[in-house]
């Protein structure tokens, strides 16, 4: 509503001596000037600019006559001030303007500038006048005098000896006897049964008191703290005409102030509270409406030490009310008691090291012009001894502060047509809550244009939200200066429905400004009701001008009805439609209805608002023709917080659409009126339909003050069945929120609001002589946005009034929203804690109600366990006695395949059941983690099944952060791993070849866990449930799952498959397994193009023709594959040269078939003499120019090849035959797993997969050079006989292939028939010449055939050597997980 602003000002009065010290400010009623009186001396201030304009000093002779100076009054039209003094004395002074066209201060002006020419009365708008001030009269009451009002032409003046003076403003007594007080009669109300009494003490008199005009009477503060309200029977000002009541229940008034526009009265007590009445409209007796007091729970250590209220005052808006206490401080409060500001907690109480500050002492205040400013006189406080001690402190003596705020727009034009944005006004500039206006074009802008079928789409489900919540900031618009200079101050400030427009009023005419141009529009004059176009300039030659009958008060739009508010009390509905009469665009306006009010409302100022809504009693089901629904069903009037509604009268004959006349609108008459809602502060709604959420969009929303919001929702029959006639068809639910809400989000069940933020500045200011600066003692205030979520109070009004139905509709229309989940939430906690916590037994829980309510939503399990986490450890019993056994729910997790809900389940079993139970399921929960890849749970239940064997289990374990999975979960453990195949041709005899491999743990916490403790129970019985996993992939042929599943668990995957290799990773059956991982790895089986069935194959022209084109490119091609991802739009390009595999370059090599090894001579394809791994990024880089050079190779090979069509349509069939190039390094990686751990069969698949007779040239001198267990020799024969007959009946694509290895079967058949004795089985393979230390020998490494190669040209060894080249250069270009791996091949 008002937020503080920036630090407050401190006026520059003229010093004197502690006498001359500023003790009380009071504004003129237009609040232009300010009289601030010393002891002994009356200035006048001018309020912008902030400057003294004249002083009146007593002289010494009188000033011991009168006494010190008391308190002012100004006279209504400012021409006169009343000074009362300790003495009794009233001095009267005249205030006139100097002659001439003479000014104090007068802008100084460029020649030329525009304002120059100048407009009308600019002198008077923009220059601080020369003022005189004259003594005129003084007026001795003999009595000390208590309290000063001006009455309308009367002053009325209290004092001491108990009597009331009505004083003529010239200085006469009006020859009227004073009136004792003593003698007016007081009761509890004004009925006429009950004789009042007296007050019946002699020494009685008011304390302080305060004219309120809407009431016509007194509110007054008696010096025995009593309070009352005296009000005059009839028009004459006697005793006997005046009758008082009071209320019994307070006895320690302090002082009164009056709201006129909202008829209460505020009086501040000694305890501190402030109590605030209204008269009540029937009896004339004074009701409590509520109080202004500090809670023990927001204020610990202040809330009972504030001392006695001091001052009380409203803003000259009235919707806000300052506080100040006798012990310091002060606090705002909105008119209904919701507390906005207080200075006694935070950074105005505690300086940035934690001390505690002195509170600022007021003695006096007054308001400023729309209450942009707040003069204080602040006091000397408890400081009076230190003010001894260090006379140059400015701080600690009184002197004049200036605070400015912020205010909401609803303070002043509560009626604005958008109320779904913040708008904020500033003296000099406005703040809005929307982003960029050329963002909020969002489809909500539909629900403007008129047709039912935009607004009955129900499209806009939360599009507003990122324009309305997107960030913390503001939108600032500073207001135009040339309208400023003579209309200040800002008066009404609105926005248009798409927040892409603001208006502006001041003293005259009004601004309008474009958020999308950033332009303003000025103009004057105002007198009549106009409507101008946006996009014309503003001037009457555009305006439709029509004459209002009274003066307008209010004015609020519907669609494309205006509803206004006259000063006769009457409400006047106009239709405006748009013309377009030749060039010219205009508006129309025509009268529609007239509505006279004047019963009801007894004074036109006490109307705060006037709304035109589509809102009824009917909810339209029940209307005859449900398209009126959202029509202009009723007028809601806020008076002076009262909600009244005046519907529609339907129950006389309808008017059917077509029998009328369409150009005349023929409107139904209204009813009488209904009262809503009391201590009602602002109202909204919304024009706009939504089928989906009928429930929020037909709602109406009330501010209440301190007591929160209100809604007053829709009830509709499930399924549009008959509403039960029982069934009341709107409800009003209460509920609390924590932010003072300025706008509602219908659609998104969100309230959004603004709040003051402090920063402290003292720390910067070390010096003790800057202690006393204002920015150390006060922080800086900034206005911060806020929402908040509401739906699940209002969810839990509803429950709690039974109607679980009606909750059920409202929460699934907002399923959709993102904070549903949070909603569901907020409820279950805030019940659980409020009944869990309560110390009497609660007759009737809801905790109950609530948890079957959520088990309607899919989000149950969830809700219910974050609830739970969030929630102290003692409360769960209770928790869980509603919702289900813990146990349930975690296996209902389970079922659902919810794993990360399961995993917090089991935190709460951990703490509620033994160590076994949480065992149990954790075992559970593990296996199901690893049976669906969630690696990242897998890891987090290794930990903690090893917290529960060790004792930890008092503590979930904590999540690790160093080894997070990356989203492409794939082989991450070999990322640290080193592999060395090492072996010396001097010492191993050369027909047995033994591989020895040196495996480094990972350096994360997975490393750790391996090592330590491996031999305890714990890890053991982790290890077996490890196993069983991958003996099941095995099984089920899933080689891609357990890749991952080795590579994310860091699971020793060769030792394993040695162990292995005869049972679980035996291959069974080889066609399974090959359709399998065709199938995982998106292999295309191979296909046989019915025009190359002949030539091709059989002439090997193809053979040659493929080797040319392919060895010059393949190796470096695949020794950058690391750099596919970055590299991937050229990939797709060229995709059919990327997939092609490792083929063979003519190397210079002589290596004949046999037992026995040859050296391998390896030449580098580029001459780059540096040095450096494989893994390393210089490599990677370096080798991509190596890639564009290549290109150029390939292109200028191709061009010269001489190809036949048919020739080159096999090429592309066989290389459109390869898998995606990911697959083919992972195919490749396992291939190298395989071939350590010695799992020949299933390098066997790998090889006829990928289509390579390296493969098995290899796996056959693997087999001719070692022992070889007899029973895997022959089932990789019976193995490849099926996949033959396979290939023979159902993909002839393989018979190529499987005819280029025939004679390679024919050895392995002569191998499997002689007898071999498997000796104990080492992992074997063959290992490869230490004369291959080329720093580049893996840029130049050679690679297997495309299928065609004879094997003449491929030896035995060669083809080891190439073989473990490519494994390890594959496994450096791993991509299952997208990084670098370190390998190193020594």
Known sequence: MYFLSGWPKRLLCPVGSPAEAPVHVQSDPQRTLLAVLAAARLSIWFSRPSVLIVTYKELAKSSSQFGPYKQAEWRPDSTMIAVSTANGYILFFHITSTRGDKYLYEPVYPKGSPQMKGTPHFKEEQCAPALTLEMKKVLDLQAPITSLQSVLEDLLVATADGQLHLIHWEGMTNGKKAINISTVPFSLDLQSSRAGSFLGFADVHIRDMEYCATLDGFAVVFN????????????????????????????????????????????????????????????????????????????????????????????????????TWEGGGFSLWSVFGAQLICTLGGDFAYRSDGTKKDPLMINSMSWGAEGYHLWVISGFGSQNTELESEPKSIVKQPGILLFQFIKSALTVNPCMSNQEQVLLQGEDRLYLNCGDASQTQNPRSSSVHYKPSSLAEGGFESQGLSTLLGHRHWHVVQISNTYLESNWPIRFSAIDKLGQNIAVVGKFGFAHYSLITKKWKLFGNITQLRVYLRTSNLDNAFAHVTKAQAETLLLSVFRDMVVVFRADCSICLYSIERKSEGPNTTAGIQVLQEVSMSRYIPHPFLVVSVTLTSVSTENGITLKMPQQARDAESIMLNLAGQLIMMQRDRSGPQIREKDSNPNQRKLLPF????????????????????????????????????????????????????????????????????????????????????????????????????????????????????????????????????????????????????????????????????????????????????????????????????????TEYALWN???????????????????????????????????????????????????????????????????????????????????????????????????????????????????????????????????????????????????MLWRHARRLLEE????????????????????????????????????????????????????????????????????????????????????????????????????????????????????????????????????????????????????????????????????????????????????????????????????????AGCLDWCIVIGLILRESSIINQILVIIQTTEVDGEMLQNIKTGLHAVDRWASADCPGYKPFLNIIKPQLQKLSETTEEQVHPEAFQPVTVGKAPEQTSPRAEESRGSSGHGSIPQGEVAGGGVVSRKEENTARAEEEETFQDGTYDCCVS
Not at 231 to 259: K, Y
């Open 224 to 323: 025995d703290g009593k309070v009352g309200f005296i009000t005059p029977v009839s028009s004459r000002f006697t005793a006997e005409q005046l009758h008082g009541v009071w209320p019994q229940d307070v006895v320690d008034g302090t002082c009164v102030a009056v709201n006129n526009k909202y008829r209460l009265m505020a009086f501040g007590c000694a305890s501190g509270s402030v109590q605030v009445y209204t008269i009540d409209n029937t009896t004339g007796a004074m009701l409590l409406s509520h109080k202004l007091e500090l809670t023990a729970k927001q204020y610990p250590d202040i809330w009972n030490k504030t001392g006695a209220v001091k001052l009380v005052r409203w803003s000259p808006d009235n919707s806000v009310v300052m506080v």
């Open 1037 to 1236: 042929v899933r080689l891609k799952d357990l890749g991952c599943f080795a590579a994310q668990l860091g699971f020793e995957l060769i030792s394993w498959l040695c162990k292995e290799r005869a049972r679980a990773a035996r291959v069974d059956n080889f066609v399974i397994a090959l359709k399998r991982l065709h199938k995982d790895f998106l292999w295309p089986l191979p296909i046989i193009p019915a025009s190359s069935l002949s030539s091709p194959f059989k002439n090997g022209k193809l053979r040659t023709v493929g080797e040319q084109l392919l060895k010059s490119q393949s190796a470096d091609r695949f020794l950058n594959l690391e750099l596919d991802a970055g590299l991937s739009n050229v990939q797709r390009s060229q995709s059919w040269l990327s997939n092609i595999g490792p083929t063979h370059h003519e190397i210079d090599t002589a290596l004949s078939p046999g037992p026995q090894m040859q050296e391998a001579f390896l030449s580098p394809l580029s001459n780059k003499g540096d040095e450096c791994s494989i893994g390393s990024a210089t490599d990677l880089t370096e080798s991509s120019s190596m890639v564009d050079g290549d290109w150029t190779v390939v292109d200028e090979n191709f061009s010269t090849l001489s190809l036949t069509q048919s020739e080159l349509e096999h090429i592309s069939m066989e290389l459109a035959s390869k898998g995606p190039h990911k697959s083919q390094v992972q195919l490749r990686y396992l291939l190298h797993i395989f071939m350590e």
């Open 671 to 870: 009813c009488p009126p209904v009262v809503l809602a009391q201590s009602v502060e602002n109202v909204w709604t919304t024009c706009r339909a939504n089928k989906q959420k009928r429930h929020l969009l037909e709602a109406l929303w009330l501010s209440c003050g301190g007591a929160g919001m209100k809604v007053w929702l829709p009830l509709f029959p499930r399924d549009h069945r008959k509403p039960h006639s029982f069934l009341s068809q709107r409800i009003m639910l209460p509920f609390h929120i924590n932010i003072y809400p300025l706008a509602v989000l219908f659609e998104d069940a969100l309230v959004l609001g603004a709040v003051n933020d402090t920063v402290l500045y003292d720390s910067l200011y070390t010096r003790s002589s800057a202690r006393e600066q204002l920015e150390v003692l006060f922080p800086f205030c900034v206005v911060e946005r806020t929402s908040q979520i509401y739906l699940h109070h209002i969810l839990r009004q509803l429950l709690v009034r039974n109607l679980g139905e009606q909750a059920l509709l409202l929460a699934q229309s907002c399923s959709t929203l993102p904070y549903f989940p949070h909603v569901l939430e907020l409820m279950l906690h805030e019940v659980l804690e409020e009944e869990a916590t309560s110390r009497e037994p609660i007759p009737d829980p809801l905790l109950p109600t609530v948890a079957k309510f959520i088990t309607e939503f899919p989000l149950f399990l969830q809700t219910v366990v974050h609830c739970a986490r969030k």
């Open 878 to 1024: 209770y928790l869980f006695a509603a919702v289900g056994n813990p146990k349930d729910l975690f296996e209902e997790c389970l079922m659902a395949q919810d794993l990360d809900t399961a995993a917090s389940y089991l935190i709460i079993l951990q703490n509620m059941e033994v160590p076994a139970v949480s065992r149990q399921h954790a075992t559970l929960l593990f296996n199901t983690a690893l049976e669906q890849g969630k690696w990242d749970l897998c890891r987090h239940m290794i930990r903690f099944l090893k917290a529960i064997g060790s004792g930890e289990s008092e503590t979930p374990p904590s999540t690790p952060t160093a080894q997070e999975p990356s989203s492409s979960g794939g082989f991450e453990f070999f990322r640290n791993r080193s592999i060395s195949l090492s072996q010396s041709a001097d010492n191993v005899p050369a027909s047995k070849f033994s591989l020895q491999k040196t495996l480094s743990m990972p350096s994360g916490p997975s490393g750790k866990r391996w090592s330590k403790d491996s031999d305890c129970a714990e890890n053991m019985y982790i290890d077996m």
